[in-house]
């Protein structure tokens, strides 16, 4: 997943703008899996004075103050279920008493479950809810159509700003990844604006890249079937595909293998 980017420095207490409808603020949590660290959104027309905000990341007090600072919090919504998203939910409902959304009622401090196809309208923009399973069952992008003449995706973890995601086999699947990626596809060259990494152009050829990686890795997995024998271990086709990952995301590498053996074996 590493690669180089453009995400700003950590210890940047401001918020970067992203688009014309969006901002954002890096939080301090960099690791082997979310790169820098989470990109935290805050969606608004310029001058409303009222925002959502995407994904409040972990619960560090000073970053959570920023993106409360950014106006009225109208709504909070969540990509995902994974924790360098959500930790921080309940305490930024708290400070700001506005309803925390997610496809999970867990996950949900104060406010209703989100749905497939839902339309929001907050500081002055429409959001539009996608259900993109893949990465996990629960995964959505927020679809903003009237940001910049292509319009924006926040695409959480189901696209990344640099390098590929990981499905998180057994819940995430990759035939729902490979037909969310097809629903983005759709949306034409809209701004991608990715979780981890740097904001990118052109979310349909992103997605056509993701796209071909996926099928190069199913067909490593059918070399090493073949060369190891039809019935080897998540562990054996990982050792033979990913010879050279590194160990502190080997376990990354067998969920990926999981996810692939049983899309080929399904």
């Not at 059918?222 to 590194?246: F, H, K, M, N, P």
């Amino acid at each position: 997943m590493a690669a180089s980017g453009n995400s700003p420095s950590p210890k940047d207490s401001s918020l970067q703008r992203s688009s014309g409808l969006t901002r954002f603020r890096l939080a301090p949590n960099p690791g082997p899996m979310s790169l820098d660290g989470t990109n935290s959104y805050v969606i608004g027309l310029p001058g409303s004075g009222h925002v959502a905000v995407v994904d409040p990341g972990p619960e560090d007090e000073g970053h959570l103050a920023v993106l409360a600072s950014a106006g009225v919090v109208d709504v909070v919504l969540i990509t995902h279920r994974h924790a360098d998203h959500t930790e921080a939910s309940a305490r930024f409902h708290e400070l700001t008493g506005a309803p925390v959304r997610a496809v999970l009622p867990e996950h949900c401090h104060g406010g209703e479950p989100l749905t497939d196809g839902e339309v929001l309208m907050t500081g002055g923009v429409e959001i539009r809810v996608l259900a993109t399973p893949g990465h996990t069952s629960d995964s959505v992008c927020f679809h903003l159509p009237d940001d910049g003449p292509s319009g924006s995706v926040l695409t959480g973890d189901t696209i990344l700003g640099r390098g590929t995601t990981v499905l998180d086999y057994p819940d995430g699947r990759l035939g729902d990844y490979l037909a969310s990626l097809d629903k983005l596809e759709a949306l034409g060259g809209a701004t991608l604006l990715p979780a981890h990494g740097p904001v990118l152009t052109a979310l349909d050829a992103k997605c056509r890249e993701y796209r071909d990686h996926r099928q190069q890795r199913l067909e490593q997995i059918r070399g090493a079937l073949e060369q190891v024998g039809g019935d080897a271990s998540i562990a054996q086709v990982t050792d033979v595909v990913y010879a050279d990952v590194d160990p502190s995301v080997r376990w990354a590498a067998e969920t990926s293998v999981a996810a692939q053996l049983d899309y080929l074996r399904s």
